[in-house]
Antibody
Framework: QVQLQESGPGLVKPSQTLSLTCTVSGGSISSGSYYWSWIRQPAGKGLEWIGR???????NYNPSLKSRVTISVDTSKNQFSLKLSSVTAADTAVYYCARDIAVAGEDYFDYWGQGTLVTVSS | SYVLTQPPSVSVAPGKTARITCGGNNIGSKSVHWYQQKPGQAPVLVIYYDSDRPSGIPERFSGSNSGNTATLTISRVEAGDEADYYC???????????FGGGTKLTVL
């Protein structure tokens, strides 16, 4: 059973960079044809896809966040990471990592982490 | 970018059938996936590829997709089905995931 766990600071100051890591257990991050995605959810609001990475390092980002987002992967640690720069209060949200099943361009997310709340405040 | 529209709320009595819609331009040409999210929990995949159920999801959950509307149907609704439900597609033209705004299902 694949499990994902987010980790990182719960509080980030405005204009700084939010950094989160997702650790995958129960299977190798490199096995199978999977992408690995980040998704966020502001309190009381809906889900927003942030971006994804393949273990080759290939990435796709939400155009609305692309200028501020970097997703990377460390296969030796079975982890992938999110960096979001120049954060504002609007970036306060629960951040989820998820396994992305990408077949014929009809991706869906079958395993999710429990989520981690990141608050942007001085 | 591609837009998915869901009703904010749907109410249903226990034992009845709930239908949650997801509207999008020619959504029938895409695969639609559905997630259930209970308060304080991560979303759970309940339907993928329009109508397939992951292991462990009750047969009461079904899906359909045609034209401009996809529908998640929950038969014999139980109190435990009360949750937010999100539809999702992959927008291949811009290579990004897209979620609907979510529908809160209330069991009366």
């Amino acid at each position: 059973q694949v499990q994902l766990q987010e980790s990182g600071p719960g509080l980030v100051k405005p204009s700084q960079t939010l950094s989160l890591t997702c650790t995958v257990s129960g299977g190798s991050i490199s096995s199978g044809s999977y992408y690995w995605s980040w998704i966020r959810q502001p309190a009381g609001k809906g889900l927003e896809w942030i971006g994804r990475i393949y273990t080759s390092g290939s990435t796709n980002y939400n155009p609305s966040l692309k200028s501020r987002v970097t997703i990377s992967v460390d296969t030796s640690k079975n982890q992938f990471s999110l960096k979001l720069s120049s954060v504002t209060a609007a970036d306060t949200a629960v951040y989820y990592c998820a396994r992305d099943i990408a077949v014929a361009g009809e991706d869906y997310f079958d395993y999710w982490g429990q989520g981690t709340l990141v608050t942007v405040s001085s | 970018s591609y837009v998915l529209t869901q009703p904010p709320s749907v109410s249903v009595a226990p034992g009845k059938t709930a239908r949650i819609t997801c509207g999008g331009n020619n959504i029938g040409s895409k695969s639609v996936h559905w997630y259930q999210q209970k308060p304080g929990q991560a979303p759970v995949l309940v339907i993928y590829y329009d109508s397939d159920r992951p292991s462990g999801i009750p047969e009461r959950f079904s899906g359909s997709n045609s034209g401009n509307t996809a529908t998640l149907t929950i038969s014999r609704v139980e109190a435990g089905d009360e949750a937010d439900y999100y539809c999702q597609v992959w927008d291949s033209s811009s290579d990004q995931g897209v979620f609907g705004g979510g529908t809160k299902l209330t069991v009366l």
